[in-house]
């Protein structure tokens, strides 16, 4: 029973993690968790937040409405922004976003991008959403940092 109170409380989460040495993990340390700590590159400028949404080892929860098993949200800080997570060493992927007016959504005319997103291992996306086989990563057992690049349409 608590085994599962706290993967439902995990996996709901949204936290806001502040900058600096001071910044809060998505998540919950303890044992058999490692910390995961990603950083969004090329911001263009510090308007806003990145928010970084976490993605269990599946394919059919990948970039699905309700499949993430964690996001953070941290203020923007150009070029580089960081955020984290606690989690069980494993295989996980990353979508992120530069949301510069911080208004929740990720914004989009019809057919491009209106800010800057990105996907864990830089997955490409020349013509609609990455494989979730390219965006895949392993976090091992003493944590890991990995760096995406942001990118932007317009």
């Not at 990353?94 to 990720?106: L, R, V």
């Not at 997955?123 to 976090?139: C, D, K, M």
Request: proline share 6%; net charge positive; with cysteine.
């Amino acid at each position: 029973m608590t085994k599962l109170l706290f993967t439902l409380a995990i996996s709901s989460t949204t936290l806001f993690a502040a900058p600096a040495l001071a910044q809060e993990c998505a998540g919950m340390a303890g044992a058999g968790m490692v910390k995961l700590t990603v950083q969004a590159t090329g911001l263009r400028d510090a308007r806003g937040e990145v928010a970084f949404t976490l993605y269990p080892d599946d394919k059919r929860r990948f970039l699905a409405k309700g499949g993430k098993l964690l996001r953070v949200r941290t203020p923007a800080h150009a070029p580089v922004t960081t955020g984290c997570f606690w989690v069980r060493p494993g295989f996980y992927a990353i979508a992120q976003y530069h949301d510069a007016n911080a208004d929740h959504d990720f914004n989009r005319t019809l057919w491009t991008p209106k800010e800057g997103f990105g996907f864990s291992n830089d997955a490409p996306t020349s013509i609609g959403l990455p494989a979730f086989a390219s965006a895949r990563f392993a976090v091992p057992a003493g944590g890991t940092t990995i760096r995406m690049a942001m990118r932007y349409r317009r």
